[in-house]
């Protein structure tokens, strides 16, 4: 069979490995999906412990679908998908290989009967009326793994519990549970916050085309409110509402039409987890519902950064605070139903996101309006919808790099993450957790950067370069030393917020030590975020998009992928190392900030 395999597969298998087998028609009720899900179970174990004791084992599929059987077909789509992944991997040096072979036929059957050491007789009881593929594994002397169904009935009757391995409900039991229909699959997936964090990817680019799209306008705006020239600081309003609300439709025509499609590209490529038909409708359920809160976003981040740029950060900040604090008591109230609330589910978390948007949106643009004379660049913003064709033209122009450089760096940290998830689901947990908790604290860096490209912004829109310079320097230092007590907080307390988690000892500790890298990393940071934003607020968008995403793509990248596919480091180590290159961008931002390329006034 080895050599069969290796003529018709291209595939060298080891002939001393435990062959496991499953060969027979392809139907959801025989159950090759949960068979391919376990292999990926026990890659994931090995990923996770590569010193575990494990007998190699080779997984043999074979199995022929129906024309028209759409989840058949896709079944055997992700064996083969698998199989791809696990025997290219040489981290875990053969002891998992998967192997699909096609065109199952009575010839190579022969072979396979012949050379199985385990056979995989796994229907769900009450649903296989016979079978004599099991019979020809045991006469050939493999040992059988099945449920009580079938023909596996009358086989256990003969050679007894010490031959066979029995597992799962019997027929009677899923009898009972479809005539009550209390049971549901997918109940795992509709509490499942790994499965919201797969379509939050998704809004995450979105947030990031839309961060980008305002971006090119807050420079001017900046300068604008410095110079005091309200009309032009209008215009930027202007176009950071257009860009905001063009690139909410194109990613809501994306969704509409392909949302299932880029739903299963991240549950493949980053959750590596074989989500079905089921999940990939729960998660399209989730993201339609969350669609109905992009457009208030787009507003708000035009009204918001304005407002900011008039040196007002209290009242957005308030927004945001109310808008995550409200997500968060209508996540608890509707995913779990509390009292006569129903439990929603997935549903329940998106409406609670759709709804803390409108909330942040409400209070801005409101505030906005009640105080024009604080707001002056509302004045005929409404009056109108044109704007100089040169204005447009120089925003544009700067603004395409920092739209590229949102979008490439989501594309970059995404696949960090896909690399990182080689090792795992439970590292993917763990990121997620940590992930969670270190935004939290990066806050802090966050809208001291943001706060840097306001205040120079101001005084380089005034001509007062020197000023410019000296208050740069001085919230850079500000922005570090905040940072460091915040990162050493974080390295005394981080290590509680896992506890909260509901979720295993293994995750918790991971999430620990991912949490204690990202505080020793922190300081260096802030200096690097305050110099995007100092390079920014002078309009160098080029050098902003090379120091942001293109280093994100030559250097964070390829190290996370090396490290991750080719090493025997442990994941923290492997962690500790990508977010390491940090250091790199640190001695590039400090001599670019130095070389005071950014001092120059463009309005």
Not at 173 to 202: C, F, G, M, T
Not at 429 to 454: D, H, K, M, P, R
Request: with cysteine; aromatic share 12%; proline share 2%.
């Amino acid at each position: 069979l080895a050599k069969y395999i290796k003529e018709h597969n291209g595939i060298d298998v080891n002939p001393d490995s435990i062959f496991d087998v499953q060969v027979k028609r392809l139907h959801e009720y025989k159950r090759q999906l949960m068979n391919i899900l376990h292999v990926m179970y026990l890659y994931n174990k090995i990923k996770e412990n590569p010193s575990m004791d494990f007998y190699p084992r080779t997984f043999i599929f074979g199995a022929k679908a129906a024309a028209g059987y759409r989840n058949a077909k896709k079944t055997i789509k992700l064996i083969n998908c698998v199989a791809d992944v696990i025997n290219n991997d040489a981290s875990i040096g053969g002891k998992l290989k998967v192997v699909f072979i096609e065109d199952y036929k009575v010839s190579n059957a022969e072979i396979i009967f012949a050379a199985a050491d385990v056979s995989e007789q796994i229907s769900t009881a009450s649903k296989e009326a016979s079978g004599t593929g099991n019979m020809k594994f045991m006469l050939n002397g493999a040992l059988t793994i099945g449920t009580m169904d079938g023909a596996n009935v009358e086989m256990f009757d003969e050679v007894g519990a010490d031959n066979m391995f029995i597992f799962g409900m019997s027929s009677d039991e899923v009898i009972s549970h479809e005539n009550r229909h209390d049971y549901n699959p997918v109940d795992v997936y509709n509490n499942d916050a790994e499965l919201r964090k797969v379509v939050n990817q998704l809004i995450f680019v979105y947030n990031l085309a839309v961060f980008g799209a305002v971006s090119a306008a807050s420079i001017f705006g900046a300068q604008y409110f410095g110079k005091g020239n309200h009309k032009g600081h209008m215009y930027s309003f202007r176009f950071k509402l257009y860009a905001a609300l063009l690139v909410t439709a194109i990613a809501m025509t994306l969704f509409i039409t392909n949302g299932t499609g880029f739903i299963s590209l991240y549950l493949t490529d980053t959750a590596g987890n074989g989500a079905t038909e089921v999940a990939l409708a729960y998660g399209k359920e989730y993201l339609e519902i969350v669609m109905i809160g992009l457009i208030p976003f787009a507003v708000t981040q035009a009204y918001a950064t304005n407002i900011k740029e008039t040196g007002q950060t209290f009242v957005p900040m308030v927004a945001s605070f109310a808008a995550v604090g409200s997500n968060a008591v209508l996540d608890f109230l509707l995913i779990f139903g509390i009292g006569p609330i129903p439990k929603l589910g997935v549903a329940g978390a998106a409406i609670a996101t759709v709804m803390s948007r409108y909330i942040e949106t409400i209070i801005v643009v409101l505030w906005a309006h009640k105080n024009r004379d604080k707001n002056r660049y509302l004045e005929g913003a409404y009056r109108g919808i044109g704007m100089p064709f040169g204005e447009f033209k120089t925003i544009f122009i700067k603004g395409l790099p920092l739209m590229l450089n949102e979008l490439l760096w989501a594309a970059g940290m995404t696949t960090v993450t896909q690399c990182y998830s080689v090792r795992g689901l439970s590292v993917i947990a763990g990121l997620n957790i940590a992930t969670t908790i270190t935004n939290l604290f990066n806050i802090v860096f966050i809208q001291l950067g943001a706060c840097i490209s306001i205040v120079v912004g101001q005084y380089l829109g005034a001509g007062e370069l020197e000023k410019a310079k000296d208050a740069d320097n001085k919230m850079i230092v500000f922005s570090v030393f905040c940072c460091s007590v915040m990162a050493a907080v974080m390295l005394l307390v981080g290590g509680f917020f896992p506890q909260i988690y509901n979720t295993t000892d293994e995750i918790k500790s991971l999430a620990t030590s991912f949490i204690a890298v990202s505080a020793i990393i922190m300081p260096f940071c802030a200096f690097t975020h305050s110099s995007y934003f100092t390079l920014r607020s002078g309009g160098k968008t080029l050098v902003t998009f090379l120091f942001d995403s293109v280093f994100t793509w030559v250097i964070v990248v390829p190290v996370a992928f090396v490290l991750a596919k080719y090493t025997a480091l442990g994941i923290v180590a492997v962690y500790f190392l990508v977010q390491a290159t940090e250091l790199i961008k640190v001695v590039i931002g400090y001599f670019m900030v130095k070389s005071d390329v950014w001092l120059v006034q463009m309005v």
